[in-house]
């Protein structure tokens, strides 16, 4: 596989780990949703400054997407395990919806803080 193409695979299975919608990639880099589309889809070929410009939205580096990404859904894992922790007293199904609050609020900053 070559680089591009595993950048994208990576980015894509990032994206599914981490329920970001597609919409939210167009928000952060300012392109319409046929390039996203285009990209994601690996029907486009990928410039390094889109690969840098689509990692960066994300809050990472190039290289953290060329890496295996097995650590993806160790890194939600630990992330549900620890609000287990932070809410004990909370039913199993709360606790899921508390992690999700979290995680909305993460990408809130995100996107308050984006300059259009």
Same mark, same amino acid.
């Given at each position: 596989?070559?680089?591009? #193409?595993? !950048?994208?695979?990576?980015? #894509?299975?990032?994206?599914? +780990?981490?329920?970001?919608?597609?919409?939210?990639?167009?928000?952060?880099? $300012?392109?319409?949703?046929?390039?996203?589309?285009?990209?994601?889809?690996?029907?486009?070929?990928?410039? /390094?400054?889109?690969?840098?410009?689509?990692?960066?939205?994300? $809050?990472?580096?190039?290289?953290?997407?060329?890496?295996?990404?097995?650590?993806?859904?160790?890194?939600?894992?630990?992330?549900?395990?620890?609000?287990?922790? *932070?809410?004990?007293? /909370?039913?199993?199904?709360?606790?899921? +919806?508390?992690?999700?609050?979290?995680?909305? !609020? *993460?990408?809130?900053?995100?996107? +308050? #803080? /984006?300059?259009?």
């Amino acid at each position: 596989m070559d680089t591009s #193409n595993k !950048f994208i695979t990576n980015i #894509n299975t990032y994206l599914n +780990v981490f329920h970001i919608k597609h919409k939210y990639i167009e928000v952060l880099t $300012g392109w319409d949703r046929n390039k996203v589309s285009r990209i994601l889809n690996k029907a486009q070929d990928l410039k /390094l400054s889109e690969a840098d410009i689509l990692a960066q939205s994300l $809050g990472k580096d190039v290289t953290y997407f060329l890496e295996d990404p097995y650590h993806f859904k160790l890194h939600t894992e630990r992330d549900y395990r620890n609000a287990t922790i *932070r809410y004990p007293n /909370l039913p199993k199904h709360e606790q899921k +919806v508390a992690y999700q609050l979290e995680e909305l !609020f *993460r990408y809130y900053d995100a996107l +308050v #803080n /984006l300059k259009l």
